[in-house]
Each structure stands twice: as structure tokens, then as C-alpha cells.
């Protein structure tokens, strides 16, 4: 069964500390998808970033960066320069082989961001 | 592009009420659906998946059922609500062929039993 462990319930910074939050987590599939989503007080989903299981480079947009580890089956994500709109709870996912039917999203419990001013 | 319509935004329902929760979505066909809850903590459990019209596959036993009427319709349903139903909700859809590149969220109903 596949698990996804977001250990850090709730983390507090300072405006413009680098903040990193982690992502670890189980499946017996060789082929699956990770994702990281913001969700803002207004409570929708935005989708941030999705990785595939055989592509281990990690990514950089802007402030975030993604460090994608298979060994260590972890999939952190690094916010540079914090700002106060990246104030959210933030969700690791994992899904199997999304070309199968019924394929579906594991959630991570969430981090809760907080960024002070 | 497409896009997921989920509604209404806000829903107060009396214990015992019914409930019905639509959610549609353009720009695309035969997609998989979802439905998920996020109760009082802030963990999304997958409550239903659709695969296709009419066929329909519950992830855990509960007092809610769902539908697909239409390609792109998707509905969360009670008979009786209660208490422990309230939660946000949140449909989503997935791309079933030709890799995905997310899945897309609608805004949530956030529903509050009394």
C-alpha cells in the first residue's frame, strides 16, 4: 500500500529564512508520481510540482526547488527567501502508474507554513 | 484549457438533511474523477473514484454515496447527513490516457453538519 509521511505538522519562519519541507514516502510500484501542492487559507489545491519515479534530476522555479531522492524515498521542497503569501499548508502526494484505470492520489498529512513579517 | 466547476462554495445542512454535491468539468473527455474529504486535520482522504458513466468505486465504507451520470458530472450524495460528514470536499480529475501532467482540484465545498 502505498504511504506518504509529511513529519513536520506545523512550521513557523521569518520572512526571508529558507524553509525546507519534507516528503517521505512508501510504495512497491516502480513506476509512480509525486506531487507537492499549496493549499491557501481559501482552501483550493494548487498544484506546484509532479516528478515521475525514474527521473531523479531536481528542479528549481523560482524560490522553489524540489530535491528528489529515490534512495532515500524522499521528496523535499525548499523554499528560498520565504515571502509572507507562502503562508500555507502544503501537501506531499503520491500516485501509482496513472496510465491505469482508477489510479489515484495518496495525501500526506501536510505541513502547515507559517511566515511571519 | 480545462477546467473543474465544483458548487456551491458553502453548504450549513441540519443533521438527518440530504446532501448533493456537483462537480463538472470541460475541456477534456473520459476522465478519471474523484471526490475527497478533508476533515477537521488537514489530511485529504479519497472517498470515491470514477472511471467512467456510471461506474463507480468507493475507497472507504461511509454514509455517502456518488454518481456519474455524465462524462464530466460528478455527484456526492447523502441520504442522511451526519455530524461526523462535515469536512471540506474536493473533486478532482485526472487524464486516464496519455500521461498526466496533474490533477486538477476544483475550489471545495466546505460543509458544515448541525
Known amino acids: 500500500a502505498q504511504k506518504v509521511t509529511q513529519a513536520q505538522t506545523e512550521i513557523s519562519v521569518v520572512e526571508k529564512e529558507d524553509v525546507t519541507l519534507d516528503c517521505v514516502y512508501e510504495t512497491r510500484d516502480t513506476t509512480y508520481y509525486l506531487f507537492w501542492y499549496k493549499q491557501p487559507p481559501s482552501g483550493e489545491l494548487v498544484f506546484l510540482i509532479r516528478r515521475n519515479s525514474f527521473d531523479e534530476q531536481n528542479e528549481i522555479s523560482g524560490r522553489y526547488s524540489w530535491n528528489f531522492q529515490k534512495s532515500t524515498s524522499s521528496f523535499n521542497f525548499t523554499i528560498t527567501a520565504s515571502q509572507v503569501v507562502d503562508s500555507a499548508v502544503y501537501f506531499c502526494a503520491l500516485s501509482e502508474d496513472q496510465e491505469t484505470s482508477g489510479s489515484r492520489l495518496t495525501f500526506g498529512e501536510g505541513t502547515q507554513l507559517t511566515v511571519n513579517p | 484549457s480545462q477546467t473543474i466547476h465544483q458548487w456551491p462554495a458553502t453548504l450549513v445542512q441540519p443533521v438527518g438533511s440530504p446532501l448533493s454535491l456537483e462537480c463538472t468539468v470541460e475541456?477534456?473527455?473520459?476522465?478519471?474523477l474523484y471526490w475527497y474529504r478533508q476533515a477537521a486535520g488537514r489530511g485529504l482522504q479519497l472517498l470515491f473514484y470514477s472511471v467512467g458513466i456510471g461506474q463507480i468505486s468507493s475507497e472507504v465504507p461511509q454514509n455517502l454515496s456518488a454518481s456519474r451520470p455524465q462524462d464530466r458530472q460528478f455527484i456526492l450524495s447523502s441520504k442522511k447527513l451526519l455530524l461526523s460528514d462535515s469536512g471540506f470536499y474536493l473533486c478532482?480529475?485526472?487524464?486516464?490516457?496519455?500521461?498526466?501532467?496533474?490533477?486538477?482540484f476544483g475550489q471545495g465545498t466546505r460543509l458544515t453538519v448541525v
Open positions: 475541456g477534456t473527455s473520459n476522465p478519471n
Open positions: 478532482a480529475w485526472q487524464k486516464l490516457r496519455g500521461g498526466v501532467t496533474e490533477a486538477f
